[in-house]
């Protein structure tokens, strides 16, 4: 399915005519996860990269702990609900799994939220800390290349400037997957359930967003055990604590030659 579809629109101008045009919008569909044909969550996405963002989601609610947790994943059609716009996903093991809790969990979090250090305290019961040393330490030089990386990378960003965008790099410096979507915590699932699925190992990777980083990227960011998160635009204060209380380094306003580095810290040169 096309992430962007032509839309004829009314443009004005100052000191210009109106002019009839067409212009690209972002595609936003619904999409719903079941766990063991069971409904668990629903979330409005842009089409495209479904499994990475049901498995990148489910390992970040803790449902997950590695590929090998998914028996499979089938994408169908629901009554009115367009084709392909849900994805049920069969367990190895669903005893492991309290459906009852957990779907109470994700709906009252998505709705409403928890807040403050009950919502920190929440996750690091959840989540171990990163390991003193573990977290990857890029420098400053390399940090300010990911930018100009990202932006070349968001082909439908410029053709609608409607969408968020989520990336992992390594070491180097160097953007090894990137997506795109209406949510920016779904770009974030995507990236994540990547890299579950291909099995990689996030120590020595590094999460970058397109946009502002929320508590709920960088609990996104633990759970997947990528210690470093990295956004264009600014952190919240609960995104700060998280980060400073689990041993994660997390920067901000990466933009213009500089950063702001809230928590951890970057490497020398």
């Given amino acids: 399915m096309d992430q962007s579809i032509r839309a004829s629109v009314t443009r004005h101008r100052?000191?210009?005519?109106?002019?009839?045009?067409?212009?690209?919008?972002?595609?936003?569909?619904?999409?719903?996860?079941?766990?063991?044909?069971?409904?668990?969550?629903?979330?409005?996405?842009?089409?495209g990269h479904d499994e990475e963002l049901a498995m990148g989601f489910l390992a970040t609610e803790g449902v997950l702990q590695g590929p090998d947790d998914v028996l499979d994943l089938d994408i169908c059609s629901a009554q009115d609900n367009g084709p392909g716009n849900v994805i049920n996903v069969r367990l190895?093991?669903?005893?492991?799994?309290?459906?009852?809790?957990?779907?109470?969990?994700?709906?009252?979090?998505?709705?409403?939220?928890?807040?403050?250090?009950?919502?920190?305290?929440?996750?690091?019961?959840q989540h171990d800390a990163i390991p003193v040393g573990r977290a990857l330490r890029p420098t400053f030089a390399t940090v300010l290349s990911l930018p100009n990386q990202l932006q070349a990378a968001q082909a439908t960003f410029r053709a609608t400037g409607g969408l968020h965008a989520a990336a992992l790099f390594n070491r180097a410096g160097n953007l090894i997957v990137v997506r795109e979507d209406v949510g920016r915590h779904n770009a974030v699932d995507k990236v994540l359930g990547r890299l579950l699925l291909d099995r990689v190992d996030p120590t020595d990777l590094g999460l970058l967003v397109s946009g502002r980083i929320?508590?709920?990227?960088?609990?996104?960011?633990?759970?997947?055990?990528?210690?470093?998160?990295?956004?264009?635009?600014?952190?919240?204060?609960?995104?700060?604590?998280l980060a400073r209380k689990s041993g994660q380094t997390l920067v901000g306003f990466l933009r213009d030659d500089r950063c702001n580095v809230y928590a951890g810290q970057l490497a020398d040169g």
């Fill in 214 to 241: 929320a508590f709920e990227i960088a609990q996104k960011a633990l759970a997947a055990r990528v210690g470093l998160i990295a956004g264009i635009s600014a952190p919240t204060s609960l995104a700060v604590d």
């Fill in 92 to 125: 190895r093991d669903p005893s492991c799994v309290d459906l009852d809790r957990l779907s109470r969990h994700v709906f009252t979090s998505s709705s409403c939220g928890l807040c403050g250090k009950a919502t920190i305290e929440a996750v690091r019961d």
């Fill in 14 to 47: 100052r000191g210009q005519p109106v002019t009839q045009v067409e212009d690209a919008l972002a595609v936003e569909e619904p999409l719903e996860i079941r766990v063991e044909g069971r409904s668990l969550a629903l979330t409005m996405r842009t089409p």
